[in-house]
């Protein structure tokens, strides 16, 4: 408890759980068995913190020092939804805060003031939770959520806010894809079954595990037979609807799951591509390779020379893969002027999305995040586009549900932007459903359907059209061209 609790304070600090708990577990040298429950300790002290804090406002009505508040923010986390002896909880507790104290004064005080605060709120659970609950209802808002966030989510999905804000609440599925060049998801649903795992289709390509377990535990994992994905962000390598003899470029890469997903389908479909792969983060290109590799993939050529990669599966041909540690944003510093078939714009944002799986993101957003990221999402389609054959396909995605990074962006510059229309995308998430219309998916945990928040717009690039402000073209073309065809017009 102790161990959490210092990774959820240094979380409140500003720092990624993730990055807090790797810190913690190495510091500590915790035995190996017991990385997990303080990783799913720390996990659910982020999801209820914001109830956590409420409660602790109330029964203490004093500042308290940040450990002390971790370590009791963490333990009535456990206290309201108890997987151990209540009694056990408020010991670990106690003996969390005498073993972090500076000195046996402080561990004295402190074990007495935590012991007092835990056991009157087992008293006056029911009161506590009530007063809170009407405190929440009264201003349409949720404690364990920043208002900025709930307030956004109830303006772009009226209808829709409670659930999303209950499925972010939760703790994720394992989900995986299943690898189409290798077997089939009904083929391994079988394996797994084998192996005594139980598991679901919850898409064409993916399966969700009933329970989670480690990565190593998965039959074919190592052989890249699945890879971890959720569900939602399976759509984005087929809907970009690559085809033999295209020129891709996969903008922002890392870590490399729609990478490796759109190298399985090049070598499911015998497509034969040519594949650029481009972060501007070194580190985090490092994981597309890595992944690459794990998934089946050599890696040959003298990347440090400068020279392209080239990604070949065991059984096949090769698909020559670039990959590049570049900005988007600027492709004068390292286009070489051929232009791209397809783009895949998996942009950066808020994350809002796949908040389930990353607790944390709620606490370390502001509301300003917003239009920042906003700018950056325009900034990098302005700057690709250019890049694109006349004909040619973008696919701007984002784990967000904000419709400040989604529909705006993109509507804006569909407006803005002559030679782009925006076409409909369609997808079934079980071979059973019809064909749905996809733009926001909203998060989703049902017993058959089990997915995070994605954002699809695929937008293609008119053959004819130059490219022009469209409030522009309009006057231009009708006063001084009138029955000239746009494309000859030659304005840029
Ligand atoms: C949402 S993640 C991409 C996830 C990835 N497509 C996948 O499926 O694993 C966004 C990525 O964009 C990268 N990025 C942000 N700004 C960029 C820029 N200007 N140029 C290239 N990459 C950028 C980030 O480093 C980050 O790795």
Sequence with gaps: MAAAAVALERMEAGARLPDALVQVLDQWALPTDSHAPVRDMAYSSVRRLGTARAILTQLAQRPIAAPLAAILHTALVQLLDPVRPLAIIVDQA???VRGTARNPRQAASEAGFANAILRRFLRERETCLTALQQASAARQTDPDWPSWWVAELRKDHPGHWPEVLGVGTQTPPLTLRVDCSQT???????VLAAHGIAAVQVGPQAIRLERGCPVAMIPGFDQGLVSVQDAGAQLAAPLLGVESGHRVLDACAAPGGKTVHLLELFEAGRTEVELVALDVDEQRLQRVRDNVERSGFALVGAERLGTPQVARKRRSTAVPVRMLTADAMHPESWWDGRAFDRILLDAPCTASGIVRRHPEIRWLRRRGDLATLAATQRGLL???WPLLAPGGRLLYVTCSIFRTENEAVVGAFVDATADCRR???HWSFTPA???ESVAQLLPVASPTRDHDGFFYALLERDFAIPRVQKTLCAPV????????????LGLD
């Design 94 to 96: 106690v003996a969390a």
């Design 184 to 190: 089939t998801p009904a083929a391994y649903l079988g």
């Design 382 to 384: 302005d700057a690709l």
């Design 423 to 425: 076409l409909a995308l």
């Design 433 to 435: 459903d019809a064909p």
């Design 477 to 488: 073309v009708d006063r001084t061209f009138a029955g000239a065809g746009a494309g000859m």
